[in-house]
Every structure is written in C-alpha cells, then in structure tokens.
C-alpha cells in the first residue's frame, strides 16, 4: 500500500489550498481515508475522514465548516479542499487509510485517530502566513 500526498504550499491567511492523496496496492472496498496534521511540537491531529464505498464524511470540530474532504474513486485519489486557511492550520498534512469496513462508525464514535488507521504517506507541508 503506498500513499502520496501532494498540493501543499504557501497561502496568506484567508486563503484556500486542495491537497490530493493517490493510494495505490488496495482499491474499493469499505474502507476510510482521513487527513491529520502535525505542528511542530505537537502531536498529530485528526481532522476529517471518509468512507470510500458510501461517501460518509467525517470532521473535526476545527476544521468544520472550513475544510472538505472528496474522493474520486476511479482515480483512488482524495481531496482535502481547505478554505479560510488560519495561521494555526500551518503544519505538515498526511493521509492515511483504515482497512475495516465498519471503520466510520468508529470514526463517529471516537473521532480520527492516529492508531486506528493502517498506512501513511509522507506528509506535505502547508504554511499559512
């Protein structure tokens, strides 16, 4: 299973990036895919999920409203659309993937986190200033 991040980069405050994850080694099937972010000297947070058969959605209380999560199944690719970015949202984005396929009522019950999900990619960075 490999993961591959990209789109992250510089923005002002108020602006919008559109980060991509391609997965590759699994296809379909009922699993999630969430988005998690790390600032330096803290701890990685996740911030939003989704179910890769049903299209069900997750999202922290810190970005919702503000970020979007979406997925193109036939390119095995997710998006994360980020608007109204803050200074506080700078930090290195990773996706990851959770092979199980009850895995959003787990999310629903305990929210995105980190020992939950199975594979990572390396992370892009995004700064907001």
């Known amino acids: 299973v490999q993961l591959v991040e990209s789109g992250g980069g510089a923005v002002q405050p108020g602006g919008s990036l559109r980060l991509s994850c391609v997965a590759s080694g699994f296809t379909g099937g009922e699993n999630c895919m969430g988005w998690f972010r790390q600032a330096p000297g803290k701890e990685r947070e996740g911030i939003t999920a989704i179910h890769t058969d049903n299209g069900g959605e997750y999202y922290d209380e810190s970005v919702r409203g503000r970020f979007t999560i979406s997925q193109d199944k036939r390119k095995n690719t997710v998006f994360l659309q980020m608007d109204s970015l803050e200074s506080k949202d700078s930090a290195i984005y990773y996706c990851?993937?959770?092979?199980?396929?009850?895995?959003?009522?787990?999310?629903?019950?305990?929210?995105?986190?980190?020992?939950?999900?199975?594979?990572w990619g390396q992370g892009t960075q995004v700064t907001v200033s």
């Open positions: 990851a993937a959770y092979l199980y396929w009850n895995c959003m009522h787990v999310v629903r019950v305990r929210g995105v986190m980190t020992r939950d999900f199975d594979y």
